[in-house]
């Protein structure tokens, strides 16, 4: 089976590979500290709710099947939330290599933070105010940042580019 070929012109890679670590660097630096300070020093709490999040959702987001229909028709959350992927601890325990019981307390702690709720069963799903919470300007300014960061690496790896780094 053949590699597929890098979205990029290696050779311009090679030329700019300094600047471009120095930016992806500043890029991952400031989303780290953004979520350092949004998770109260906890960086293994948006990693747990992150997983959460995409397995509660990834379905309505499918490429296959009617699921673009299902999330079209699911205007509310609580509509929405009918078709969420469950999860538990364990689950997301080995999506991520956290230890079960880590998982657990992070769990209860996103959940007295309001941003997960567990049923009987133990399955966990995102709550309705955490969509609000992210989506709205924490979110907006990463992508910013992310937009603006994918800018500068790809005006570097232009073929055409005259800022050759020695």
Do not use: C
Not at 77 to 89: D, I, Q
Request: glycine share 6%.
């Amino acid at each position: 089976m053949e590699k597929p070929s890098p979205p990029f012109d290696p050779d311009q890679y090679d030329a700019h590979r300094n600047a471009v670590a120095i930016i992806m660097n500043h890029f991952f630096l400031r989303y780290l500290n953004l979520l350092y300070r949004e998770f109260e020093g906890d960086l293994v709490l948006p990693i747990v709710l992150g997983e959460i999040a995409h397995h509660n959702i990834v379905r309505l987001y499918s490429r296959r099947g009617d699921s673009f229909e299902v999330y079209k028709n699911a205007a509310n959350y609580t509509e929405r939330m009918k078709h969420f992927e469950p999860t538990n601890a364990f689950s997301i325990s080995q999506a991520t290599g956290i230890p079960r019981e880590t998982v657990r307390r992070k769990i209860d702690k996103l959940g007295k933070k309001g941003w997960v709720v567990k049923n009987d069963r133990g399955e966990v799903f995102i709550s309705e105010t955490v969509s609000g919470r992210f989506t709205k300007d924490f979110n907006k300014k990463i992508l910013s940042e992310l937009l603006e960061t994918s800018g500068s690496i790809l005006r570097l790896l232009q073929p055409d580019s005259k800022n050759q780094e020695k």
